[in-house]
């Protein structure tokens, strides 16, 4: 539970500090998981007379002699302490340079005797893989150039939406280009009978083969869905796993929104609030609308591109009302509908769907009385609430069990939808076709068959 009393921006930067843990905590597991395969392999090898399997002759720590002074495998804690003496004990012998390549190249060749995990990459790109902010300081490594960037989205993501709102608020069609994923997840390493991880991939218009959901059933779906495309930067990437990869960020969930700049090839970030302050601040210079401002601090830097660079969403007289109320709207409603679908336990689901009751209620009376969620005029607020209520009778209402509440049974609400639907660029952001295509069809596990 994050702290109380915590900003938006904080509130966010709280939740991607529990992403990373969680990615970290993944690696470690993937890693220790792929050392005792290792082990394991090479000391049925040894045993067998075939040789130790590290693969890297008598320069490995899994050689056959040294395996004889080697625990059991079944002793995980005793393979863990000796495999990491013998790597310690070659980098002495060896040079710490030396040593320290030995131990990666193990850890790698350890790794393909299984499921090909990708644990051996440069970490100095995975570093430049993570957050990242575009500006025009003195030595900055991402500054503001129109063509340099790209998006990858997803129709159906809300997360992706929201992106998708200010680029077209701000009027960066043309500055920021963007690639569509297709909305139903597929495996991302299909040639990998081990590999069972499912997400985004690339579409091909051009295809005739349809397709089912990540197991094998439902549909047949279309291989492609409108503006749904191959990825034009990463030319032959099959999914977002492989431009993560590509970029050198092997160990996340491969999700969308991803800004990435074309011209260094790595990603500049994959959070879509980031991603969203600096398509409000940074492009301006370029955009159809620069004077559209989610976060002043920043926004002088680049109005030369923006086409509409007037329109101001996080406005600094409003911006503790803005991060006031994405404080409980977050938590209790636009993350409050994923609490409910994916709760686990009657509990849960119970205490998920009072909280976003609650929220509702609060938002249909705030909007009672004034025609944005802030105040009089749109903002950063309202992007993040509009890409909820879009979504939720169709979606959230049945298949997330927030039926408690419609949309359609509020007039204001209905008032509210239509009035940010008729902004301009913001009805091409909205497919429901793939919405549903992606709720309906990528959650195996809530709907086996994939029936919309």
């Given amino acids: 539970t994050p702290p109380q009393g915590l900003s938006s921006g904080d509130l966010d930067s709280w939740y991607t500090q529990q992403k990373q843990r969680e990615i970290e905590a993944r690696k470690k597991r993937e890693e220790a998981e792929a050392i005792l395969r290792g082990y394991r392999g090479a000391w049925d090898g040894s045993k067998s007379g075939s040789g130790g399997g590290g693969g890297n002759g008598s320069s490995s720590a899994l050689s056959s002699s040294s395996l004889e002074s080697g625990p059991e495998p079944s002793d995980a804690r005793g393979v863990f302490q000796w495999v990491f003496q013998a790597m310690e004990s070659q980098a002495s012998s060896a040079g710490a340079g030396e040593g320290g390549t030995t131990g990666k190249k193990w850890r790698k060749s350890a790794a393909a005797s299984g499921e090909e995990k990708k644990l051996d990459f440069d970490d100095e790109k995975k570093n430049e893989a993570t957050w990242n902010f575009i500006n025009n300081a003195p030595g900055s490594k991402y500054v503001p150039e129109t063509g340099r960037y790209h998006i990858y989205v997803s129709l159906a993501c809300p997360w992706s939406h929201r992106v998708l709102m200010v680029r077209a608020l701000k009027g960066l069609q043309n ?206 607020a309202d992007v993040r609430l509009f890409v909820t209520l879009l979504r939720f009778d169709e979606i959230y209402a049945l298949y997330f069990k927030c039926n408690a509440r419609s949309v359609s049974s509020s007039s204001v609400l209905l008032d509210y939808c239509r009035d940010v639907y008729q902004m301009d660029g913001i009805k091409e952001t909205i497919d429901m076709e793939q919405c549903m295509a992606h709720y309906y069809c990528s959650h195996t596990e809530l709907n086996k068959y994939s029936i919309i």
């Avoid at 280009?177 to 009978?193: E, G, L």
């Avoid at 279309?222 to 590509?246: C, H, T, W």
């Avoid at 009072?354 to 009089?376: H, M, W």
């Fill in 175 to 380: 500055v920021v280009s963007m690639t569509v994923v297709h909305p139903i997840w597929q495996r991302t390493a299909p040639s990998s009978p081990t590999d069972r991880h499912c997400g985004w991939v690339f579409a091909d218009p051009e295809s005739d083969t349809p397709l089912t959901n990540a197991d094998g059933v439902g549909g047949p779906f279309p291989a492609a869905y409108a503006k749904n495309s191959p990825d034009p930067v990463l030319l032959g990437a099959f999914s977002m796993r492989d431009i993560y990869e590509q970029a050198g960020d092997a160990d996340g969930k491969y999700t969308v929104p991803v800004l990435y700049d074309i011209s260094t090839g790595t990603i500049v970030s994959k959070e879509s609030w980031q991603i969203m302050r600096m398509l409000n601040a940074c492009f301006n210079e370029f955009a159809e609308n620069p004077s559209l401002d989610l976060y002043p601090p920043l926004n002088a830097c680049f109005n030369e591109f923006a086409k509409n660079p007037s329109l101001d969403l996080y406005p600094p007289a409003e911006r503790n009302r803005i991060d006031e109320v994405a404080d409980w709207m977050y938590p209790a409603f636009s993350n409050g509908v994923y609490r409910c679908g994916f709760a686990m336990t009657q509990k849960a689901y119970d205490e998920s769907i009072d909280s976003l009751v609650n929220a509702f209620d609060r938002i249909e009376s705030i909007l009672k009385t004034q025609r944005y969620i802030c105040g009089p005029n749109m903002t950063e």
